[in-house]
């Protein structure tokens, strides 16, 4: 019998009701984002939460990065609101996506968005894409407990695992260690190979890339899944890999974000993380290793992060290796670089295999534009 | 640690040994801890994380063959 790590906080969030009915309450719109987070926290995705944080919450993650109870949380997950709604009131918010639910109203409360963007994002430059949404939500944050009566459909639903699931998949195939892979990218060779070598020391992978809102530039949801599909197929064992999706947008907090990935991974049932270089990251905010140093003020994560510094191509060595196992000069380094294999295909190229497989190439270039506009 | 004080409620006084409190002194002196307490709750932190127990998920029979259906389905199983 293989016992899972316990969900962060020690119990696996649960809140859907399906039989309740939304059709006498006030409704709210809402966004996809929003939607996304009601099903994350309704299928304990983001246990231990049980709703939109309330400002104890909230305060101590921006200043301790931890909830109030002492656990650690990195990342707020509020609801703000600018209408007419107050506290004990019961609303239905309901997405275009057909997600809907209801929030029981236990707070309404004022927030300092610089203080937020700072805090979170290290920063108060708009141009960080993170500041620039804080900076455009509305005036108030609510807090209070959701109830998911209504699921929203969406194009990926058959890679869309919920941490009971996941829990049980990873206990059928046998796996007790389990590394997660957080991306937002279609994968190069360095992604493989940072995987793969993760994988030697561990009965599985979670490959697990963020679905929903991101920045102009990056890669579509449906290329990164068919492309990983590719991947998985051509290139691991099949009882070793397990593709699924996390759907929560991008927030580029960096370090911050990377904890909070650690956390959510730990919910599926995942005993180890990946962290690569810049991880969450965006422009030059973050250094390259913040996301790593930061581990080190969590004694009591529950999951264990596994640090990869780049792997690139060495020709001297005539394979792939990172720089804590190559002794040779810069010269004879062949880096994966993001931007370079991006202009590549945007000339319709296939970049060399030893950048990228062939096939996962074949299936990005089988796209007019496989970037976001 | 003023920054501590300063947030009323949040934090509390335990007493300890003062050959202890010296011995941390020491432990701490160049590493990135900035007082003793801010040693001793990281020690608690990781000593309480530690003893945290495994959770074994508790479905009916029913559920859980439900469940694997679905992931059969998916593909997720055979």
Redesign the interface.
């Known amino acids: 019998m293989i016992n899972m790590p316990a969900p962060h906080g020690g119990k696996l969030i649960r809140r859907i009701d399906k039989n309740k009915s939304i059709d006498d309450m006030e409704k709210i719109a809402i966004s996809k984002d929003v939607a996304h987070d009601l099903e994350n926290i309704a299928y304990g995705v983001f246990s231990p939460l049980e709703g939109f944080m309330c400002s104890n919450d909230f305060e101590n993650v921006l200043h301790h990065m931890r909830l109030a109870n002492d656990l650690p949380w990195t990342i707020p997950i509020v609801f703000d609101f600018d209408g007419s709604i107050k506290e004990g009131d019961e609303i239905a918010l309901v997405a275009d996506n057909g997600t809907a639910a209801i929030f029981s109203i236990e707070e309404i409360y004022n927030y300092d968005k610089k203080e937020y963007a700072e805090k979170v994002f290290r920063t108060t430059d708009i141009a960080h894409p993170g500041v620039k949404k804080v900076m455009e939500m509305k005036q108030k944050l609510a807090g209070g407990k959701i109830t998911l009566v209504r699921e929203g459909k969406e194009n990926f639903d058959k890679y869309y695992l919920k941490p009971y699931e996941t829990r049980i998949l990873f206990k059928e195939k046998g796996w007790r260690d389990i590394v997660a892979f957080q991306t937002r990218n279609v994968p190069h060779i360095g992604h493989e190979y940072v995987q793969k070598t993760a994988l030697t020391f561990v009965d599985g992978i979670f490959i697990n890339p963020v679905i929903g809102k991101k920045k102009k530039g990056d890669f579509k949801d449906e290329v990164i899944l068919k492309a990983y599909d590719a991947l998985i197929k051509n290139y691991y064992l099949k009882d070793r890999a397990v593709l699924a999706i996390l759907k929560t947008e991008m927030r580029y907090a960096g370090p911050r974000e990377a904890i909070f990935h650690a956390i959510v991974r730990k919910n599926y049932g995942c005993t180890h993380f990946i962290v690569g270089r810049d991880h969450a990251g965006v422009g030059n905010y973050y250094g390259p290793y913040d996301a790593h140093k930061i581990f080190d003020e969590f004694p009591d994560l529950g999951i264990t992060p596994i640090f990869f510094k780049s792997f690139f191509f060495c020709r001297k060595c005539g394979s792939v290796v990172n720089e804590k196992i190559c002794p040779h000069e810069k010269e004879n380094h062949i880096y994966y670089s993001g931007t370079a294999i991006r202009k590549m295909l945007i000339n319709g190229e296939i970049p060399p295999e030893t950048m990228m497989r062939k096939e996962v190439a074949e299936i990005i270039l089988s796209y007019e534009n496989p970037f976001v506009d | 640690m003023s920054?501590e004080k300063e947030?009323k409620g949040k934090y509390t006084t335990v007493s300890i040994p003062t050959p202890l409190a010296e011995k941390i002194k020491k432990r701490i002196e160049g590493t990135?801890f900035n007082s003793i307490s801010s040693y001793v709750t990281?020690?608690l932190?990781?000593l309480?994380?530690s003893m945290?127990?495994?959770?074994?998920?508790v479905?009916s029979k029913e559920d859980?063959e439900k469940?694997?259906e679905?992931?059969r389905a998916?593909g997720?199983?055979d």
Do not use: D, P, S, W
């Open positions: 920054e947030e990135g990281y020690v932190r990781e309480l994380a945290e127990e495994e959770e074994e998920e479905f859980e469940i694997k679905r992931l998916l997720y199983l």
